[in-house]
């Protein structure tokens, strides 16, 4: 049984993102949840939530196993944009784009205890 969680409008961007999820994808979420709280990215900090939540919902909405979890899948998609721009020299302008992604992690496991 798949479970999904997901994390809309996080404010960093998917490509950075998607660094840390190539990392997790296909691993038990025991071993994901330890190797995202050791990264020294920011960005670690929110995907880790993002598993933990995965987790709670297959255990607590599913009963599923905790410990027999595995992340399936786990992406990042393009979210907002936040266009700003900044003065430069000559009177010229220079946009500046803050990108914000959406973050989905669905795991698996067997059914039951």
């Not at 691993?27 to 709280?37: G, H, M, Q, S, Y």
């Not at 880790?48 to 919902?57: D, M």
């Amino acid at each position: 049984m798949e479970v999904r969680a997901l994390a809309a409008d996080q404010p960093i961007t998917p490509r950075k993102v998607r660094l840390l999820l190539d990392v997790i994808r296909g691993r038990p979420v025991a071993e994901a949840l330890t190797l995202l709280a050791h990264m020294p990215q920011p960005s670690a900090r929110i995907v880790l939530q993002v598993v933990k939540s995965a987790a709670a919902n297959a255990e607590n909405n599913f009963d599923l196993n905790p410990d027999g979890l595995v992340v399936k899948r786990a992406f990042a998609g393009d979210a907002r944009k936040l266009s700003r721009f900044k003065a430069r020299s000559r009177g010229r302008v220079a946009p500046r784009v803050k990108r914000f992604s959406h973050i989905e992690i669905v795991v698996e496991g067997d059914e039951g205890f």
